[in-house]
């Protein structure tokens, strides 16, 4: 598969065309590779975007306009590949996803997707368009789930690193059933009235931590000696932390959504699914999310 390249004078970016995913942030100055490199033993993936759905759906399938439509965790625009339309300059490329027969069997929706990355300093903002072009409402959920070594460059173990979040508050967050559902279990990640979350072996043991009600709006990860090395920002009204149960994985997933898994039971047609974005015939969804590093 085709990769593309973004780049300054302190980091390298590529992309690839399957997914328009991000995979790799390389730092000129350090060398130090930032994302997840997609190692199988413990996740095959760097930084997918999740497309029409985030999460899991109850039953496998979604209801719309009657009829049900199977479709697998995050949605299929993750394994297809996109069209790369547009790059000015080096720092900056657009790509583009339309609908195809395929897609309508399991979504019956005329729609173009497009994911542009602008790199600029240390910084790379994700921007998402979805682009209504059917003659009636279209419904979908999107969302990033980039993935970032930690620990950074084998220096010290997760255990050591922290979450900073730009709240002083504790962060309440729900959890998954073994479905991939949300359930009614819980928890708090407590703040140390700093922001300073400390990221525990056990963290994920029952996998992500899914944090509605726009409680944060910036996450970092940091080092052991609490220097803070990269940020993801964002507007959207929830985000998922997450590394694989069990697995020792030297990664966290900072995942900003405007779109989450069912509920335990939900029996509701795509229009009623919490979190559910419309737009009209003609009509644009815009989004974005920067991450930033610190070198």
């Known amino acids: ?33 930032y994302l997840w490199n997609a190692d199988e033993t413990y996740w095959k993936r760097h930084a997918p975007v999740l497309f029409p759905i985030v999460g ?6 979604v209801n719309i306009d ?59 903002e994700t921007t998402w368009r979805v682009i209504n072009l059917d003659d009636k409402e279209i419904h979908f959920q999107i969302g990033g789930h980039p993935a970032f070594m930690c620990p950074l460059a084998k220096q010290g173990k997760q255990s050591e690193y922290m979450l900073n979040f730009d709240t002083d508050k504790n962060l309440k967050y729900s959890l998954l059933n073994s479905e991939g559902l949300l359930s009614s279990e819980g928890g708090e990640l407590e703040n140390d009235g700093s922001g300073l979350v400390k990221i525990d072996e056990h963290m994920f043991d029952k996998d992500a931590l899914i944090i509605e009600g726009s409680q944060a709006s910036k996450v970092t990860i940091c080092k052991p000696d609490g ?37 335990e039971g939900f029996a509701g047609n795509i229009a009623e699914r919490e979190y559910d974005n419309c737009i009209k015939p003609s009509e644009t969804f815009e989004k974005s999310y920067y991450i930033e590093l610190e070198v």
């Open 1 to 33: 598969m085709q990769k593309f390249y973004l780049e300054n004078l302190r980091l390298k970016v590529v992309i690839s065309e399957q997914g328009a995913e991000l995979c790799s942030i390389l730092s000129k100055e350090n060398g130090h590779e």
């Open 56 to 61: 899991s759906l109850n039953k496998g399938a």
């Open 66 to 124: 009657g009829t049900y439509y199977p479709m697998s965790q995050h949605g299929f625009a993750r394994d297809m590949d996109f069209k790369m339309v547009k790059q000015p300059d080096g720092k900056e490329i657009l790509f583009r996803l339309e609908y195809n027969e395929e897609t309508l069997k399991n979504y019956p929706y005329k729609f173009a997707l497009e994911i542009g990355y602008k790199l600029d300093g240390y910084k790379i």
């Open 227 to 263: 220097m803070s090395y990269i940020t993801v920002g964002f507007e959207a009204p929830l985000f998922g932390i997450w590394s694989p149960a069990g697995k020792g994985a030297p990664f966290i997933c900072i995942e900003p959504w405007y779109g989450r898994a069912d509920r």
